[in-house]
């Protein structure tokens, strides 16, 4: 027979919040059984849901990657230049203020 658990014990093994179990359940990601008035889930059931969590965040950093890697697209280029230049603009506004400040200097 296979290993069983409630959305607290999966919650447990899954690591998160009971309520992020019942949201998965409610929303259709996580197959249960509502069995009075709590769910029971699958110990199978349960690997799969991390799986797909798991191919869904790969997913999402390969996406990320391609995006900030990639600058060939204007608004990606004009957002750097931008950056760049409100760095610089900061750089020279902070220098005259810090240049009178004293640094620590202790050492062990």
Same mark, same amino acid.
């Given at each position: 027979?296979?290993?069983?658990?409630? *959305?607290? %014990? /999966?919650?447990?093994?899954?690591? *998160?919040? @009971?309520?992020? +179990? $019942?949201?998965?359940? #409610?929303? !259709?990601?996580? =197959? /249960?059984? &509502?069995? !009075?008035? !709590?769910?029971? +889930?699958? $110990?199978? =059931?349960?690997?799969?849901?991390?799986?797909? &969590?798991?191919?869904?965040? /790969? #997913? /999402?950093? =390969?996406?990320?990657?391609? #995006? %900030? *890697? *990639?600058?060939?697209?204007?608004?990606?280029?004009?957002?750097? +230049?931008?950056? #760049?230049?409100?760095?610089?603009?900061?750089? @020279? =506004?902070?220098?005259?203020?810090? &240049?009178?400040?004293?640094?620590?200097?202790?050492?062990?």
């Amino acid at each position: 027979m296979e290993e069983t658990f409630t *959305c607290e %014990t /999966a919650a447990v093994y899954c690591k *998160c919040n @009971a309520q992020t +179990i $019942r949201d998965a359940i #409610q929303s !259709g990601e996580l =197959r /249960a059984a &509502k069995i !009075g008035r !709590g769910y029971v +889930i699958r $110990r199978t =059931r349960l690997d799969e849901y991390i799986s797909n &969590k798991e191919e869904l965040t /790969a #997913q /999402a950093v =390969r996406n990320d990657r391609n #995006q %900030t *890697c *990639c600058l060939s697209t204007p608004m990606a280029s004009g957002i750097l +230049i931008s950056k #760049q230049k409100v760095e610089k603009e900061l750089d @020279a =506004r902070l220098k005259p203020k810090m &240049k009178n400040l004293r640094r620590n200097t202790t050492t062990n």
